[in-house]
């Protein structure tokens, strides 16, 4: 069974060579979103659209690879 503490939501959007998957920690008000693209990319505006959208207020971690 699963600790309250870690309750959330996630998701899943397959797309043609590429996705996007999300992770809610609702109690931590914790998220981590993936997007993973055979294609380039502004990763800048997707950090903005992220941040613009989800009213991100705080950090935002990022890695590319």
Request: charged share 20%.
């Amino acid at each position: 069974m699963g600790k309250q503490e870690n309750q959330g939501f996630d998701a899943f959007v397959p797309l043609i060579d590429s996705g996007i998957s999300a992770y809610i920690w609702s109690k931590a008000h914790f998220f981590s979103v993936v997007i993973y693209t055979c294609k380039a990319f502004d990763e800048r505006a997707a950090v903005d659209f992220t941040r613009e959208h989800l009213s991100v207020t705080g950090e935002i971690a990022k890695m590319s690879f």
